[in-house]
């Protein structure tokens, strides 16, 4: 995979996610993949918005911080 989409978000600004929750779907030309999370966290700011356009694999699309 070298680029994607973003299909949806399952998490908004704000929200808390744990360790295996899905953050968001990202689709490739040959697949829908579910982008996991890897730590507990918050999301502080998404970066790139669902269908807005293809995304190169190593471009930051959120930002996380460890507390609210």
Do not use: H, R, Y
Not at 32 to 37: D, G, I, M, Y
Not at 38 to 45: E, L, P, S, T, Y
Not at 55 to 61: L, T, Y
């Amino acid at each position: 995979m070298e680029a994607g989409t973003i299909a949806q978000w399952n998490m908004e600004e704000g929200e808390a996610f744990a360790a295996g929750d899905v953050l968001c779907e990202i689709e490739t030309d040959k697949a829908t993949v579910s982008f996991e999370a890897q730590d507990d966290g918050v999301i502080a700011k998404i970066l790139e918005e669902a269908g807005s356009k293809e995304i190169d694999c190593g471009v930051p699309i959120l930002i996380t911080v460890e507390e609210e």
